[in-house]
């Protein structure tokens, strides 16, 4: 007797890219056959599958030997059933002796978001205990989708922290602002049959450190809006350490800049006129991460498309309304007192449900969202944002997990392989 297919309605509630995703690894995961409709039902731009969408569900449809009905872009409707048997299709070749997986994008669509899709299985699929090398190309630095510096910096610290094996990924490249690159993680999925443990994120602590990541046409924009950035901290009127991290810096640049921080008119019109655009990366990305004394990590960004100096030769941002807007974005989300920002806590959702025991995760109040003025993710109540409602009610379909008012769940105990 065949298992019935699930009905997933993809317009429900966020009624995006993150269902889907969700909805594909947890059926891989527990080989239940599902059917998602109006697939990015709520997106302004016609819905459907797009490239990393596909890219996701071809690989996990070769590692189950799913049977797969509508898979191309613009897709709105597909049916995914994997076979009962445990990764038919998973062909782990040889690189330097480990184990990889090979995922293409073909397009600048986002490799996080990707790698969100194909993680749970490859960290609970009973693949053996020895490092995976996942390689993905595509984009890196892409709307609305999780940073090269969020992940490294973030994410895959938080998830060490719960309890899962370390993942290591390869640092940016020279030009990761540029359209497509590749991006190389290495996992070690958990033991037959081992689970996570419950784990608890409730102490947030004091703020002990922030990290600060600039991407940027040239070194002396940069360099300015680093300066700009340890302004608008100061006005915190609290003790911590502000740290510049590499983004996609050329320190080999002599452009006269310093980073002392003095003469902030000055070192503008200085960036102005340095700004010979010898990197063609037409983006500004700020990225925020602020370390508590209890080893939590909060964070916001700002990504900036630049327009082509072809068409607008003389533009330049005003770099201080950046960085104090961006500082503003992180004291808010500091300021609701969880030990996750609101990006992360919809990351969280689906390694809670499959947690042997309940997870508690403090979210803190309501408020956040995105500096660039984003509110389509905002947590309205501090019951979590919509993309994180929308995740545990896929996971409630499949998993049956449930979750109370302040977004702990008692976790199924999956255990890897099962």
Known sequence: MSTPVIEIDGTTLEGGGQLVRNALALSSLTRMPIRITSI???????GGLKAQHLSALNWLAEVTGAVVEGAWKKSKVVVFRPSV???VGLDLGSLG???HVNIDVGSPGSVFLVFQAVLPVLLFGGLGDKPISLVITGGTTVSHSPSH?????????TLSRIGLPHITISPPTPNYSSLINT???TITPLSLGASLPAFSLVDRGEVDRVDVTVVAPSRAMRVVLRGEVRRALETWEKEFEVRMLLGDDNDDDNDGIDDNGDGA????AAARAND????NNNILYLFLALHTTTSQILSTDLLLPLPSRKKKPHHHP??????????????REYDRGGCVDYRMRDQLVVFQALASGKCRVSGGGSGAGAADGDTSDHDEDGSGSLHTKTSRWVLGRLLGAQWDGQGNCEGVGWESGK
């Open 149 to 157: 510096a969020y992940v490294a910096q973030v994410l895959l610290p």
């Open 85 to 87: 048997e445990a990764h």
């Open 183 to 185: 991006v190389t993680f």
């Open 40 to 46: 990015r039902g709520n997106r302004g731009d016609g």
């Open 97 to 99: 002796g480990e184990r």
């Open 276 to 279: 010979s655009g010898k990197n």
């Open 318 to 331: 005003n770099l201080t309304a950046l960085a104090t807007r961006t500082v503003r974005a992180l004291k």
């Open 265 to 268: 008119e000055e070192q503008q």
